[in-house]
């Protein structure tokens, strides 16, 4: 197996004081379910993608950070990420969440910075939910192709962007 297909996990937790190195070939999709407080660290040259147990269910709750280590560092959502870190999700490298029927959450009790995703086409959300509470602030212009969800605490701040949703 080569470097590329090495992805660094972070783990953030207070008993868990460590690093660890987690393989997964590239393009193969992680089948979790899990709610972590882990910072999630995506190697140069690989996608980690997020296939939970279904387009619907399943998936990675986290409040944790998800970021890559440079420009060709892949998340691609594929099920249900609820995303629960006032950091924005990946910072440096690129998320994909018009992959397939998925749902992307912004659900941090505090303000959050809304990602625009890197699909190489038709870029967007399929499904995004703003819940928990505080501001949600648009980075770019956002379009949800499928259902869009605001849910009361949390309030969007458009901050000079647009948020499309058909």
């Known amino acids: 197996m080569d470097k590329a297909s090495i ?3 972070n783990i953030a ?3 868990l004081r460590q690093n660890m190195l987690a393989t997964y070939v590239n393009e193969t999709p992680v089948n979790v ?3 972590v407080s882990w910072n999630i660290i995506i190697g140069s040259g690989v996608t980690f993608t997020n296939t939970g ?3 619907t ?3 990675i709750t986290t409040t944790g950070t998800i970021n890559g280590l440079d ?3 892949i998340f691609v959502n ?6 629960a870190n006032s950091q924005e999700p990946m910072q440096t490298g690129k998320l994909y969440c018009n992959q397939a029927m998925n749902t992307f959450i912004y659900g941090a009790s505090g303000a959050q910075n809304i990602t ?3 699909d190489t086409t038709s870029r967007g959300y399929k499904n995004l939910t703003l819940n928990g509470s505080g501001t949600k602030t648009l980075l770019g212009n956002v379009s949800v192709k499928g259902t869009y969800t605001l849910t009361s605490s949390a309030t969007l701040d458009s901050n000079g962007f647009s948020l499309t949703n058909p």
């Open 33 to 35: 379910h899990s709610s």
């Open 71 to 73: 420009s060709t560092s």
């Open 7 to 9: 992805a660094k996990i």
């Open 57 to 59: 269910s399943g998936g």
């Open 78 to 83: 594929k099920s249900v990420f609820d995303y």
């Open 53 to 55: 147990l279904s387009t």
């Open 13 to 15: 937790h207070p008993n």
């Open 116 to 118: 625009v995703p890197s």
